[in-house]
């Protein structure tokens, strides 16, 4: 029985860094239906001795340390390089539009908004569906052409983790494009306040 969301915790108990199971089934999924898991799993095992644990419960529990997905996503952007990876992280947002743990969030919030602004203000949703003692997503400001987000409170698990941004700066490039404009998306790590920025761009005028 799947436990990792509904274990009993001690008052001021302060959470793991997590990331929900479903996304990590679903992005292996992905990587075996494509037959990159073999390559990534002989990596990830490389830099991470628990690997085989880490799975089994991924399979089992609803929540599993995100120190793990990070591994797993530095040992994937090593096996196909930063600009596949990008490009990974659109065809997971793609993928979320069909089906897949966020299917539900992101399908439900493109239909209600199709301004770049407001597909990209999903963010703090789906960061509390996926994550849990990974801090919180705010809005910073806002103007003609871009937004910017700040996730405060960041684990030192998500900080530096180049791979794992890009994936992420993928996703939300893709998702801001459903408006019909280009977009660029980039994520900065700062460790000295320990939060990472979202920085999302696009042409005022549609161009696509």
Same mark, same amino acid.
């Given at each position: 029985?799947?436990?990792?969301?509904?274990? *009993? &915790?001690?008052?001021?108990?302060? &959470? %793991?860094p997590s990331i929900a199971s479903g996304l990590v089934r679903s992005? $292996?999924?992905?990587?075996?239906?494509?037959?990159? #898991?073999?390559?990534?799993?002989?990596?990830?095992?490389?830099?991470?001795?628990?690997?085989?644990?880490? /799975?089994?419960?991924? @399979?089992?529990?609803?929540?599993?340390?995100?120190?793990?997905?990070?591994?797993?996503?530095?040992?994937?952007?090593?096996?196909?390089?930063? %600009?596949?990876? !990008? %490009?990974?992280?659109?065809?997971?947002?793609?993928? @979320?539009?069909?089906?897949?743990?966020?299917?539900?969030?992101? $399908?439900? #919030?493109?239909?209600?908004f199709s301004e770049p602004g407001d597909l990209v203000r999903v963010?703090?949703?789906?960061?509390?569906?996926? !994550?849990?003692?990974?801090? &919180? !997503?705010?809005?910073?400001?806002?103007?003609?052409?871009?937004?910017?987000?700040?996730?405060?409170?960041?684990?030192? *698990?998500?900080?530096? &983790?180049?791979?794992?941004?890009?994936?992420?700066?993928?996703?939300?490039? %893709? /998702?801001?494009?459903?408006?019909?404009?280009?977009?660029?998306?980039?994520?900065?790590?700062? *460790?000295?306040?320990? @939060?990472?920025?979202?920085?999302? $761009?696009?042409?005022?005028?549609?161009? $696509?």
């Amino acid at each position: 029985m799947a436990t990792g969301s509904r274990e *009993s &915790r001690p008052p001021g108990h302060v &959470r %793991e860094p997590s990331i929900a199971s479903g996304l990590v089934r679903s992005l $292996r999924g992905s990587l075996i239906e494509h037959g990159a #898991w073999p390559a990534v799993y002989e990596r990830f095992q490389a830099s991470y001795p628990d690997v085989d644990a880490w /799975l089994e419960s991924a @399979s089992q529990q609803d929540w599993v340390s995100m120190e793990g997905h990070m591994a797993m996503v530095e040992a994937l952007g090593a096996v196909i390089g930063v %600009e596949k990876l !990008a %490009e990974l992280g659109s065809a997971r947002l793609r993928a @979320s539009l069909q089906g897949g743990f966020l299917a539900p969030i992101i $399908r439900s #919030w493109a239909r209600s908004f199709s301004e770049p602004g407001d597909l990209v203000r999903v963010l703090p949703h789906a960061w509390q569906a996926i !994550a849990r003692g990974c801090g &919180r !997503a705010e809005e910073a400001g806002s103007g003609d052409g871009w937004i910017r987000y700040v996730i405060h409170e960041v684990p030192d *698990s998500l900080i530096g &983790r180049l791979a794992w941004h890009v994936l992420v700066e993928g996703f939300y490039r %893709e /998702l801001v494009q459903m408006s019909g404009r280009d977009a660029e998306v980039s994520i900065t790590a700062r *460790s000295e306040d320990h @939060s990472l920025v979202l920085d999302a $761009r696009w042409d005022p005028v549609g161009t $696509r």
